[in-house]
């Protein structure tokens, strides 16, 4: 395997070299070794020479890791999490198998194909285990459901399930639109197109794009999405390498939102293909980018196959921005400081402090309109947002690393899920009216008792807040569906999202240069 990495390398002294090697270890070495697995090692080592983001894949691997971007795997189609040692079904995806044939959110897996799964410890990676599986195939469940005595038996024929990578798409007010988008995979660009095309019918004239926290994907998605968004012939990105030659990517005219006001939000978790976004927005004078600089990773990979059903993916090129930025961060100190550097900005302040950092002359590129914008190490917004750590305490601390909010709101959803729907038969209702209260914290304060998590009386009023709102939008999205989170969480603590909304109602667009003169 090792060697046919080295077939077509010029140097065939080093391919010879490894190749003897490992034929001198399998045949003189003084115990048993696996030379497939050392063969791995040096793959890995080779590659951790060359830049962070050339990897080696294993052949187990490759399959699980293009699942998100191909964008749908086998299975039954349910959203689960494991709550007291039982599998509860959050929801059922829309149309998938799990919805035919009658599972609905709230039950309660006790049994798969006849084997106990409740109170056996079972992990998330024993149910996926034991859902999946190939189209056509069946799977029976038991599930407990409340108000029935017996259990449910269920006969589930498996299918091919979507996997989506819009996670909300809503209207803020009667002219704002709002997309958060959570990867850019195969079929994004026509899940992006069919958002708009329904905002745009509800009355949308601003889009607000949430990419915070999408870590990219593929090329060819950001391209056509960002197409959706720019005039005819305008350059969105361009690649270009030692053994590639400089490849330009144009808008062609035809995308569904080339007016209207835009604003990206981004932040040190947005990279790669949310960098090719973002950066193009920026460079046109599109829209404003708001929130903080991005992770910035401008390096593009070729996934090269290997014999044994594994692959290396290779950086085979840089990408650039329109005005001419390489927005990759410097990973010349190696793999592990590269990693780090994120907790570094966090260090620094440069992700708390109240002000932009400043950046050198050097960096500086200049837009379509004259503005001023930044290279080297991600793009760095318009309207800069730091992080909120004013609820920080060590009780908020300790419910995340526990994961006692969406163990709390799992089972607070359970046990009122038929009088919370009869109450707030929508969202809206839901949003306007649920109330967190002094006696919903208290509550939630004691159920972290039972998990031996204690709070001081200084720690709930500092954090109190965020716990309640999180709270609230964790129940808002295991009555209804997932874009009810963020329904709830964004105008609330959704800090980029506030500021992007106040940008629009106060046209920070011309305070910006970026009124989009030609509409």
């Known amino acids: 395997m090792l060697c046919t990495v080295f077939t077509n390398a010029q140097d065939n002294g080093a391919k010879n070299q490894i190749g003897t090697v490992l034929d001198y270890i399998s045949q003189f070495y003084v115990e048993d070794v696996n030379t497939n697995e050392l063969a791995e090692t040096a793959i890995k080592s080779m590659l951790k020479e060359l830049d962070p983001h050339s990897v080696y894949i294993s052949k187990e691997e490759v399959e699980e890791m293009n699942e998100p971007l191909v964008g749908n795997f086998e299975g039954v189609g349910i959203q689960f999490n494991i709550l007291e040692d039982s599998i509860l079904v959050v929801a059922t995806i829309s149309g998938g198998p799990s919805e035919k044939v009658g599972v609905q959110a709230g039950d309660k897996i006790v049994k798969i194909n006849g084997e106990s799964v409740a109170g056996i410890g079972i992990t998330n990676k024993g149910v996926v285990d034991r859902l999946r599986g190939a189209k056509g195939t069946e799977v029976e469940v038991e599930v407990k459901r409340s108000g029935y005595k017996k259990l449910l038996d269920f006969k589930i024929i498996r299918d091919k399930i979507p996997l989506f990578s819009i996670d909300a798409s809503y209207m803020v007010n009667d002219h704002i639109g709002y997309v958060k988008i959570n990867r850019f995979a195969s079929k994004t660009p026509e899940e992006f197109v069919e958002a708009i095309e329904e905002l745009t019918a509800k009355g949308m004239t601003d889009l607000i794009i949430d990419l915070q926290g999408n870590s990219g994907g593929y090329l060819n998605a950001a391209f056509r999405m960002t197409d959706e968004l720019l005039g005819n012939n305008k350059l969105i990105v361009y690649t270009e390498g030692k053994n590639s030659p400089r490849n330009e990517m144009k808008a062609t005219g035809y995308g569904h939102y080339e007016d209207g006001n835009v604003v990206v939000l981004i932040d040190q978790y947005s990279a790669s293909a949310s960098e090719i976004m973002s950066g193009a927005i920026q460079d046109w004078d599109r829209g404003l980018v708001i929130g903080r600089r991005s992770f910035g990773k401008g390096l593009v990979q070729r996934p090269l196959p290997l014999p044994d059903g594994g692959q290396i993916r290779l950086t085979i090129a840089n990408y650039y921005t329109p005005s001419g930025r390489f927005i990759q961060k410097p990973y010349e100190d190696g793999v592990d400081d590269y990693r780090q550097e994120l907790s570094e900005r966090f260090d620094s302040g440069e992700l708390t402090d109240s002000l932009l950092k ?115 939008a964790l129940i808002a999205r295991n009555i209804f569906e997932g ?35 030609e509409r």
């Open 358 to 472: 400043e950046y050198p002359d050097s960096l500086k590129f200049t837009t379509h309109a004259g503005r001023t914008v930044y290279g080297g190490g991600g793009i760095t917004p318009d309207v800069y947002v730091p992080i909120d750590t004013s609820f920080n305490s060590e009780f908020y601390a300790q419910t995340i690393r526990k994961g006692l909010l969406n163990k709390f709101s799992l089972s607070y959803s359970d046990k009122h899920r038929k009088e919370l729907l009869a109450y707030f038969p929508t969202i809206e209702d839901f949003d306007k009216n649920f109330i967190v209260d002094k006696e919903f914290i208290a509550e939630f304060t004691a159920f972290c008792s039972t998990e031996d998590i204690e709070s001081s009386e200084e720690e709930l009023d500092k954090s109190s807040p965020m716990l309640g709102i999180q709270l609230k």
């Open 483 to 517: 874009e009810a989170y963020y329904f709830v969480f964004n105008k609330e603590m959704n800090h980029s999202f506030i500021k992007a909304v106040e940008a629009i109602e106060k046209d920070w667009f011309k305070k910006y240069n970026v009124a989009w003169s």
